[in-house]
């Protein structure tokens, strides 16, 4: 089964500090994606990674960056958490070939609360 | 550019129904389509994944269909069962790139 984790269920932190949000699949996946999910809004991109040390920006990047050193993790970082940046982040992996080509795996989410 | 569009927004049916989600998309020319089920508070979960070359798939008493040149999918839901209240989304791949196009997704409450 594919497996895709999060370091944190649960994060809550104070505006204005650097969060590390971390993510890790174990099928060899070569896409990476982080998403937040928040009510109304449904799941919006923040960034995606199709391969090591390589990203691209999602549909709302502002305020985040992001880190693929190696094929199986993929971290978001919050330079300098803000209120507004309380959500529910999810990260997902999917394989460029084969029959499950862009097949989304996702991981159990991180619920971040930013005071 | 693709949209996923998904009716109803919510539903209430009681345990034993049969039942059917459905998902719209704008662009036809999608590689696959794929269904999904969320609990409260938690991530995502593959249900099923169609090809394009594909009209049906089934896992257990799901059964998704695919119809390309109508930009539709119906996801089927056999005997419910209170287990199944969750919500669902439907999702394909943007024309050309690695992003996903997500349904605001359908909220089913199975009643015992």
């Known amino acids: 089964d594919v497996k895709v984790t999060q370091s944190s269920r649960y994060l809550v932190k104070r505006t204005g500090e650097k969060v590390f949000l971390e993510c890790v699949q174990d099928m060899d996946h070569e896409n990476m994606f982080w998403y937040r999910q928040d009510p109304g809004l449904g799941l919006r991109l923040i960034y995606f990674s199709y391969d090591v040390k390589m990203k691209e920006k999602g549909d709302i990047p502002e305020g985040y960056s992001v880190s693929r050193e190696k094929k199986e993790r993929f971290s978001l970082i919050l330079e300098s958490a803000s209120t507004n940046q309380t959500s529910m982040y999810l990260c997902a992996s999917s394989s460029s070939t084969g029959s499950s080509y862009n097949e989304q795996f996702f991981g159990p989410g991180t619920r971040l609360t930013v005071l | 550019k693709q949209e996923v569009t998904q009716i109803p927004a919510a539903l209430s049916v009681p345990e034993g129904e049969n039942l059917v989600l459905n998902c719209s998309f704008t662009?036809?020319?999608?590689?696959?389509l794929q269904w999904f089920r969320q609990d409260p508070g938690k991530g995502l979960t593959s249900l099923l994944l169609?090809?394009?070359?594909?009209r049906e798939q089934t896992s257990g008493r799901l059964n998704a269909s695919l119809d390309k040149s109508s930009g539709r999918s119906t996801l089927y839901i056999a005997a419910s069962q209170p287990g199944d209240s969750a919500t669902y989304l439907c999702?394909?791949?943007?024309?050309?790139?690695?992003?996903?196009?997500f349904g605001a997704g359908t909220r089913l409450f199975v009643k015992a």
């Open positions: 662009d036809s020319a999608i590689y696959n």
């Open positions: 169609i090809q394009s070359s594909q």
């Open positions: 999702a394909v791949p943007n024309t050309g790139g690695f992003k996903t196009i």
